[in-house]
């Protein structure tokens, strides 16, 4: 099993900034991929980024150009840097954990979530 611990969340003004971090710990020999997913009140979870551990990644379209993912292997920490929030931007926020095999993505290990909120 992997644990997945994650920081960063708060409130924050329209145009702003937040980093997310997230711990992984546990079996981390069995992934190679970590990412982000997010879930706005009334919607339903959507992809952020992902991360491999090769330092591929791959984004939503609605976050590119705004949202940087990356990871720190020594310290098994992804990151989310986001830039330029908007209200919409307004979530929790999951770091994941799983594999990339191919093109395809799996995320089988979730964290608990941490709340982002974006005045206007």
């Known amino acids: 099993q992997v644990q997945l611990v994650e920081s960063g969340g708060g409130l924050v003004q329209a145009g702003g900034s937040l980093r997310l971090s997230c711990a992984a710990s546990?079996?981390?020999?069995?992934?190679?991929?970590m990412g982000w997913y997010r879930q706005a009140p009334g919607k339903q979870r959507e992809f952020v980024a992902g991360?491999?551990?090769?330092?591929?990644?791959n984004y939503a379209d609605s976050m590119k150009g705004r949202f940087t993912i990356s990871r720190d292997n020594a310290k098994n920490t992804v990151y989310l840097q986001m830039n330029s929030l908007k209200p919409e931007d307004t979530a929790v926020y999951y770091c994941?954990?799983?594999?990339?095999?191919?093109?395809?993505?799996?995320?089988?290990?979730w964290g608990q979530g941490t709340q982002v909120t974006v005045s206007s």
């Open positions: 994941v954990a799983g594999s990339k095999r191919g093109s395809g993505w799996s995320f089988g290990s």
């Open positions: 546990g079996s981390i020999f069995s992934i190679n991929a």
């Open positions: 991360i491999t551990t090769g330092g591929s990644t």
